[in-house]
Every structure is written in structure tokens, then in C-alpha cells.
């Protein structure tokens, strides 16, 4: 089993749609990462979080540390939108393990 | 700043040649990485650095290797390529593991052995 699993896989939207793509992890963890990957390679970095809840524009992602679960969730999608997401957990060091990453296509 | 950069961005290798793929940051970051990132996979981190003189092996290290004699330069040596080096290849920096520091990534180099 992997440390870190995201679900969907893949996802089709409606623009303008509620979405949301989920992360479970299994290992004791310092921080949640989430990041987009661009349709020409490109990463950069959405959240850090270790608790709670943070929010950068449409973007919200959540986490419980209890149930060892972390949500990313896009208010309004748009199609710019589209991109694959990458959840990854820092375990206690400098280290991170990456999910495999969701694919998300919003359509016009 | 230009943030993370590498070069070369693609490569196509002959089975037992040997590159270098170079990666530069221009933050002053103390921490560096390198990960590989195969079809369908998370990914995988093959070395780090948490500083000029100091790199140590992440999860698939084999058929690699490192040195970082400065703080920008973080380079990785592949010796005797093989089709499974296929990958795209990510370097990324960060200033420290604190919280609120975010890895940076570069734009990758796409890496196919034949």
C-alpha cells in the first residue's frame, strides 16, 4: 500500500463546479503538501499546512490529522483550472512523499 | 531572481552513456532536491542536500550521484544509462524544512534512454 493515496484519479468537470480531490496518508506526518502540476511540466507549490484549514483565492484545502486526511477543494472551477494535483506528505525530516496525483479537467 | 533552473530540458542517451544534468538556485536556499517522476507515479525522490558539502540517498538512489560544492549548484551524474533512467527529472530547492517554507521546482528535464 502507498503512504500516500489521492483519489480521484482522474476528474471531469463543469466550469463553474464544487470540486474536490482527497488524500489519505498512513505515516505520522509534519506537514500536508499540495501542488499543481501545469500541462507543460511546470510544479509550484498551492498549501503547506499542518493543521486546520488554509485558503489562497478559490483554492481551500483542509486537513485531520486524526483520520490522517487532507481535502483540496476548488470553489467555481474554471478551465484554467485544469492541471494534475499532487498531494505530499513530509514525515518528520526534510523528505517528502508524493501521491501519485489527480487528474482535473474542467470543461467550458 | 530565475528561481530553479536545469538544463539541459531534453536528452536522449545511449544505453552505458553518462550526462550530467545541472540544476542552479538563486535564493539562497539551503536545501536541495532531486526526484524523478515516471508515467502514472509519484515522485521519487533520489537525492538531497541540506547544504554545501552534505547530500544524502533519498528512495531511488541507484545509478545516481550527487555533489553539491556550492549552495547554488546541486548537480546529478548519471553513469552507465539505462532505459529505466527514462523520466522526467525534477531538481527543487527550499530555504530550510520549517513550515512555511514551500519547495521550489525547476521545469524539469525530460530524460529517454535508448
Known amino acids: 500500500k502507498n503512504e500516500v493515496e489521492q483519489s480521484p484519479q482522474n476528474l471531469t468537470a463543469q466550469e463553474g463546479e464544487f470540486i474536490t480531490i482527497n488524500c489519505s496518508y498512513s505515516?505520522?506526518?509534519?506537514?500536508l503538501h499540495w501542488l499543481q502540476q501545469h500541462p507543460g511540466g511546470g510544479i509550484v507549490s498551492l498549501f503547506m499546512l499542518s493543521s486546520g484549514k488554509k485558503k489562497h483565492g478559490r483554492l481551500i484545502a483542509t486537513i485531520n490529522i486524526q483520520e490522517k486526511h487532507s481535502s483540496l477543494h476548488i470553489t467555481a472551477s474554471h478551465p484554467r483550472d485544469s492541471a494534475v494535483y499532487i498531494c505530499a506528505v513530509e514525515e518528520y525530516g526534510n523528505k517528502l512523499v508524493f501521491g501519485a496525483g489527480t487528474i482535473l479537467r474542467v470543461k467550458s | 531572481n530565475a528561481g530553479v533552473t536545469q538544463t539541459p530540458k531534453f536528452r536522449i542517451l545511449k544505453i552505458g552513456q553518462s550526462m550530467t544534468l545541472q540544476c542552479t538556485q538563486d535564493m539562497n536556499h539551503n536545501y536541495m532536491y532531486w526526484y524523478r517522476q515516471d508515467p502514472g507515479m509519484g515522485l521519487k525522490l533520489i537525492y538531497y542536500s541540506v547544504g554545501a558539502g552534505i547530500t544524502d540517498k533519498g528512495e531511488v538512489p541507484n545509478g545516481y550521484n550527487v555533489s553539491r560544492s556550492t549552495t547554488e549548484d546541486f548537480p546529478l551524474r548519471l553513469e552507465l544509462a539505462a532505459p529505466s533512467q527514462t523520466s522526467v527529472y525534477f531538481c527543487?530547492?527550499?530555504?530550510?524544512?520549517?513550515?512555511?517554507?514551500?519547495?521550489?521546482f525547476g521545469p524539469g528535464t525530460r530524460l529517454t534512454v535508448l
Open positions: 527543487a530547492s527550499r530555504l530550510t524544512s520549517a513550515i512555511y517554507n514551500e519547495q521550489f
Open positions: 505515516v505520522g506526518i509534519s506537514a
